[in-house]
């Protein structure tokens, strides 16, 4: 005999309160109160299934980790294989997954020249990896980085996160890091000083809101960069992989870093895995120090086979037109709720399957939230900005699907508009 419904429920509970016992009580209150009290269970292609056996249309995916669908059989597989006769690897030694993996990643980045890689094992690593490679490589050492942005926890990364909450408790930070506005190549230029070793931004903001720079800004930085001798550094941590419409977001401004990062979505979805991709002349740092930047499990030999697998599916699958498309469809529906609740939606900022829906005030971001979960969509508002709602499926999502997503939308939309409070703070 199978479980009950009411025996699930009771694991659930449970789970919920030992995750609040022995892990963390406010993470539990806060998704609860913005409605969302899913637990994880079956997961397959854009979807996600709580214990208790609700379906939801995933299009939180962890800002990104699931481009190649949730519980991806193919990768999977992959991972199984390699299990037959591979450990992690010692990360000291040489191993064919290393090489195949950084040689694939020179094949399908841009441009001829980020040929060269560091493995780590999360995006923060990777973060930090670019930002001493940048200081290390000009022997300068400030660091430009722009409001709102994110770069994950790590020391480098956070002391380039453009959000005062997260950086406060932890001060004083690695010093040297000059904050500007995002999409401001005036501030940028005001900024730089002899001493500046690298501009560091995200293709498009994702954490920050989606935000998403004018036609001018990035090949700007480009330029910029190249006047004055300083290392670009693109984060494609949520960008990259197929995210935009384009393997990397960089490619919409035909702009090619001197430092690109990936993580999340390399995974896929399976085993964690993150890379440096760095242009082959600042290999010179390594010369004299081939071994100043160590990382146990970066780059193991399972996660190289699985970041293999990844970027062969999204190849082979093409995933990259795939979101593309998708991406118009949502476009279209998110035209006509933005002509229909004005009150609600204000634009929609999008590039492929990185979307943000900016609503008119920030008291709607959770109450959204809540509502979507009521229906059967995962969409969380951001991290920076709880006027903006992520929708941020697996590239696998199909017409129906996204058809799906914006009916749960438009229904909630509906519902919302008749309620009291709009268009004022809470
Ligand atoms: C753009 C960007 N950079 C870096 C990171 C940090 O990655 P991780 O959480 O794997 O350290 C994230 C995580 O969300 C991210 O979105």
Redesign the pocket.
């Given at each position: 005999m199978g479980i009950t419904d009411s025996e699930l429920e009771k694991i659930k509970e449970q789970a919920f309160k030992d995750f609040e016992e022995y892990i963390n009580p406010m993470k539990v209150r806060t998704l609860n109160q913005a409605g969302i009290h899913l637990m994880e269970g079956k997961r397959e292609g854009a979807s996600v299934w709580d214990l208790t056996g609700k379906k939801y249309i995933d299009c939180q995916t962890?800002?990104?980790i699931m481009n190649v669908g949730r519980h991806n059989s193919e990768i999977i597989n992959a991972l199984k294989s390699a299990l037959d006769s591979l450990d992690i690897g010692v990360f000291l030694f040489f191993s064919k997954q290393k090489a195949d993996l950084a040689k694939k990643l020179a094949e399908i980045t841009p441009g001829e020249d980020l040929s060269c890689t560091v493995f780590g094992v999360?995006?923060?690593?990777?973060?930090d990896t670019a930002i001493k490679l940048a200081r290390g490589y000009t022997m300068k050492t400030e660091v430009i980085y722009t409001e709102k942005a994110?770069?994950?926890?790590?020391g480098f990364?956070l002391s380039a996160i453009g959000r005062d909450g997260y950086r406060e408790p932890f001060e004083p930070l690695i010093p040297g890091f000059k904050m500007v506005p995002y999409n401001d190549l005036e501030a940028v230029k005001a900024t730089i000083t002899d001493e500046t070793a690298a501009i560091i931004v995200?293709t498009i903001?994702?954490?920050g809101g989606i935000n998403i720079p004018g036609d001018e800004y990035l090949p700007g930085l480009r330029k910029l960069c190249d006047e004055h001798e300083i290392c670009l550094i693109l984060?494609?941590?949520?960008?990259g992989m197929g995210r935009t419409g384009k393997m990397f977001g960089c490619e919409h401004w035909d702009v090619v870093p001197d430092i690109m990062?990936l993580?999340?979505s390399l995974g896929g979805g399976i085993y964690?895995i993150?890379a440096t991709i760095y242009r082959k002349e600042l290999q010179d740092f390594f010369i004299p120090h081939p071994f100043i930047h160590l990382s146990t499990f970066g780059g193991s030999d399972l996660g190289c086979v699985v970041g293999l697998a990844t970027i062969d599916y999204i190849q082979k699958n093409n995933l990259c037109e795939h979101a593309a498309v998708m991406g118009e469809r949502f476009k279209q529906g998110f035209t006509t709720l933005t002509q229909q609740y004005p009150d609600l939606l204000l634009e929609v900022r999008q590039k492929g399957l990185m979307i943000g829906l900016q609503y008119t005030n920030e008291s709607i971001g959770p109450r959204m939230t809540k509502k979507f979960a009521d229906r059967g969509l995962l969409a969380v508002y951001a991290g920076t900005d709880s006027s903006v709602c992520r929708i941020m499926p697996s590239l696998v999502i199909s017409d129906g699907e996204v058809d799906k997503v914006l009916e749960i939308i438009e229904d909630s939309m509906k519902e919302l508009s008749g309620e009291k409070g709009i268009g004022q703070e809470d």
């Amino acid at each position: 005999m199978g479980i009950t419904d009411s025996e699930l429920e009771k694991i659930k509970e449970q789970a919920f309160k030992d995750f609040e016992e022995y892990i963390n009580p406010m993470k539990v209150r806060t998704l609860n109160q913005a409605g969302i009290h899913l637990m994880e269970g079956k997961r397959e292609g854009a979807s996600v299934w709580d214990l208790t056996g609700k379906k939801y249309i995933d299009c939180q995916t962890g800002s990104g980790i699931m481009n190649v669908g949730r519980h991806n059989s193919e990768i999977i597989n992959a991972l199984k294989s390699a299990l037959d006769s591979l450990d992690i690897g010692v990360f000291l030694f040489f191993s064919k997954q290393k090489a195949d993996l950084a040689k694939k990643l020179a094949e399908i980045t841009p441009g001829e020249d980020l040929s060269c890689t560091v493995f780590g094992v999360g995006g923060g690593e990777a973060i930090d990896t670019a930002i001493k490679l940048a200081r290390g490589y000009t022997m300068k050492t400030e660091v430009i980085y722009t409001e709102k942005a994110y770069h994950g926890h790590t020391g480098f990364a956070l002391s380039a996160i453009g959000r005062d909450g997260y950086r406060e408790p932890f001060e004083p930070l690695i010093p040297g890091f000059k904050m500007v506005p995002y999409n401001d190549l005036e501030a940028v230029k005001a900024t730089i000083t002899d001493e500046t070793a690298a501009i560091i931004v995200e293709t498009i903001q994702g954490e920050g809101g989606i935000n998403i720079p004018g036609d001018e800004y990035l090949p700007g930085l480009r330029k910029l960069c190249d006047e004055h001798e300083i290392c670009l550094i693109l984060d494609e941590i949520q960008t990259g992989m197929g995210r935009t419409g384009k393997m990397f977001g960089c490619e919409h401004w035909d702009v090619v870093p001197d430092i690109m990062t990936l993580a999340k979505s390399l995974g896929g979805g399976i085993y964690p895995i993150s890379a440096t991709i760095y242009r082959k002349e600042l290999q010179d740092f390594f010369i004299p120090h081939p071994f100043i930047h160590l990382s146990t499990f970066g780059g193991s030999d399972l996660g190289c086979v699985v970041g293999l697998a990844t970027i062969d599916y999204i190849q082979k699958n093409n995933l990259c037109e795939h979101a593309a498309v998708m991406g118009e469809r949502f476009k279209q529906g998110f035209t006509t709720l933005t002509q229909q609740y004005p009150d609600l939606l204000l634009e929609v900022r999008q590039k492929g399957l990185m979307i943000g829906l900016q609503y008119t005030n920030e008291s709607i971001g959770p109450r959204m939230t809540k509502k979507f979960a009521d229906r059967g969509l995962l969409a969380v508002y951001a991290g920076t900005d709880s006027s903006v709602c992520r929708i941020m499926p697996s590239l696998v999502i199909s017409d129906g699907e996204v058809d799906k997503v914006l009916e749960i939308i438009e229904d909630s939309m509906k519902e919302l508009s008749g309620e009291k409070g709009i268009g004022q703070e809470d």
